[in-house]
């Protein structure tokens, strides 16, 4: 049954002042437009980032805003449809391209939103998160958890440039966000993420002298890399070769908000992901990839990062017969599965 709702202009002029003056409003005008018809209407739009497109003018931003004035000094990956100064990728999703250069220090601080670093390019930078000095290369994933005191640094001689997510829309939409800074942390010996270096073995809990809620800072591309590979070595038929990051002391998400992915598409794989509730972001770390979302069709270089609505199905490519393609990936799973509105649709 679907009827014809009564609109705001059916009702006399005199009417609705008055509701307005009350701060009242009807609903059955409005009811349609906060409850679509059989799947939502979101303003995520499929989105290509190509990183030759940021680069330049992010090196720029470098050269036209000192550190000191920018604190980070980040390029924001914003979302068209939700409007380019609401600096979205999607709903619940934040993207920037941050860079530091050599010798530079952004500070201190934390905050309530959870990030997460992708590092893209150069060596000798490092998060502080906590106390636990992590160095950054190329396809490393960092977190700075909710809460956890982390600043940047850069004893390199190369730019580094890396990807920024946080949940930051949505921290914000609640009305929750914010941050507070500090001096320099100092660095906490055998903090490190060497005591979760290997699958499948954990440090005994009643030798821990912490336990930490983020036990796990730094997930480093070489093993996430080397465990791709094992899984589509080890099962050759299996379609979605796709890792999760997560805390090895729990085996839940990483982090409470955002999920974190990495993906490995064989040479010359094709692969369908159904359609979903969470949005997606993907950044392609390693070899040559498409990603079509319906209409639209992204080709992905090395270093690009595009985005995806939820509720429409994903198709990735690999452009290469011979070499696999490696990508990282980003979605609000977590997000939807805690509050119950996560599906999959065939
Ligand atoms: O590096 O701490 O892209 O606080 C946005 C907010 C990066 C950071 C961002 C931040 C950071």
Redesign the pocket.
Known sequence: MSTELGRLEDLPADYREALTERNLVPLWPNLRGVLPPGKPRPRTRATHWPYASIKPLLLQAGELTPIEKAE?R?LVLANPGHGLDNMQASAAMYL?M?LLLPGEW?PS?R?TPN?VRMVVEGEGAWSLVDGEKCPMSRGDLIL?PTGLW?E?GHDGTEPVIWL?V?D?PLVYYMEASY?VNSDRQTVIAGHGENRHARGGLLPTLVFERSNRAYPMLRYPWADARAALESLAADQPDLEAVQMTYVNPQTGAHAENILGFYAMMLRPGQTLTLPARSPAMIFHLIEGGATVQVEQQRFGLAEADTCCAPGYVPVTLANTSACAPAFLFVADETPLHQKLGVYETRA
């Open positions: 980070r980040v920037g941050q952004a601080h905050h990030a700075t982390h940047h920024d946080l930051l941050h």
